[in-house]
Nanobody, 124 residues
């Protein structure tokens, strides 16, 4: 079992920056692909970014590429999401997820473990 806890979510103004952290416990995440998803009220959960064991990354190009950066620190058992140039449409609950495979995936059903989420609110 892997337990995931997100932190860093808060209210920020348009154009601001935030860094979300996802701290894992129970197992080392070095053997897991990790992902970030988000869900806005009334909408489906949306893929944001993912990173594989060796640091390869993919992004939701339409929504966040060029503004968000995913990274991992296996020594700290933590994954990060750096978010810059935030927009009101980035407002959502952000979830961290772990996949028991080294391969990157962009669909929620391919992830095995989930955190409780962190609220990010971007004011206009």
């Amino acid at each position: 079992q892997v337990q995931l806890v997100e932190s860093g979510g808060q209210l920020v103004q348009t154009g601001g920056s935030l860094r979300l952290s996802c701290a894992a416990s129970g197992r080392t995440i070095s053997n897991y692909a990790m992902g970030w998803f988000r869900q806005a009220p009334g909408k489906e959960r949306e893929f944001v970014a993912a990173i594989n064991r060796s640091g390869g990354v993919i992004y939701n190009t339409d929504s966040v590429k060029g503004r968000f950066t995913i990274s991992r620190d296996n020594a700290k058992n933590t994954v990060y999401l750096q978010m810059n140039s935030l927009k009101p449409e980035d407002t959502a609950v952000y979830y961290c997820a772990a996949r028991g495979s080294s391969g990157i995936a962009s669909t929620p059903e391919r992830y095995d473990y989930w955190g409780q989420g962190a609220q990010v609110t971007v004011s206009s």
